[in-house]
T-cell receptor, first 111, second 114 residues
Framework: GAGVSQSPSNKVTEKGKDVELRCDPI?????LYWYRQRLGQGLEFLIY????????KSGLPSDRFSAERTGESVSTLTIQRTQQEDSAVYLC?????????FGSGTRLTVV | AQSVTQLGSHVSVSEGALVLLRCNYSSSVPPYLFWYVQYPNQGLQLLLKYTTGATLVKGINGFEAEFKKSETSFHLTKPSAHMSDAAEYFC????????????FGAGTILRVKS
């Protein structure tokens, strides 16, 4: 597609439930990133995929967080046993060379 | 490790006044530098980037930034603020090309007063 697409745009879930967030990158972009933006805070790096290389998972905050990417296409970020502190906007971005193109994000609210 | 410091979490200017948003970085290698803007309830949009070459970089909406290696700075400026510039601005640094991860500053919220 023309841009990075994320779904759902909004998700409200009960504490303890699992959630899946989806990202469709720009076709041909080899790199894909997930960031988290908590209210009033900057962007927190979560995970980075580059082609067929092993992903950089150094930003995942706990083992409740995981992500997958199939080839150079769709990525899914999964949060298990959600906690209230997981409430944030989850941003996906893709890139080919310099800089990123961001999606509009998924606003996750854990109640 | 890379890091980015944005001085001032909030900046307020009058319409028509100069906009100056400060960004300092640390990087062990020549950096690639970026400014992104985030309008309310929207995703981040690339304003401008410095990779190599000319140190004064022009971006969209009349913004520009100058890479000063000696000062490890990449401040964002606009000669005359417009109400539509009100947004949050993020400075970011990357240590390489081809999709190396960006490290972002904490952001600066720009308010434009009429």
């Amino acid at each position: 597609g023309a841009g990075v697409s994320q779904s759902p745009s909004n998700k409200v879930t009960e504490k303890g439930k699992d959630v899946e967030l989806r990202c469709d990158p720009i076709s041909g972009h080899t790199a894909l990133y997930w960031y988290r933006q908590r209210l009033g805070q900057g962007l927190e790096f979560l995970i980075y995929f580059q082609g067929n290389s092993a992903p950089d998972k150094s930003g995942l905050p706990s083992d409740r967080f995981s992500a997958e990417r199939t080839g150079e296409s769709v990525s899914t970020l999964t949060i298990q046993r959600t906690q209230q502190e997981d409430s944030a906007v989850y941003l996906c971005a893709s890139s080919l060379l310099y800089g990123y193109t961001f999606g509009s994000g998924t606003r996750l609210t854990v109640v | 490790a890379q890091s980015v410091t944005q001085l001032g979490s909030h900046v307020s200017v009058s319409e028509g006044a100069l906009v100056l948003l400060r960004c300092n970085y640390s990087s062990s290698v020549p950096p690639y530098l970026f400014w992104y803007v985030q309008y309310p309830n929207q995703g981040l949009q690339l304003l401008l980037k410095y990779t190599t070459g000319a140190t004064l970089v022009k971006g969209i909406n009349g913004f520009e930034a100058e890479f000063k290696k000696s000062e490890t700075s990449f401040h964002l400026t606009k000669p005359s603020a417009h109400m539509s510039d009100a947004a949050e601005y993020f400075c970011a640094v990357s240590e390489g090309e081809y999709g190396n991860k960006l490290v972002f500053g904490a952001g600066t919220i720009l308010r434009v007063k009429s």
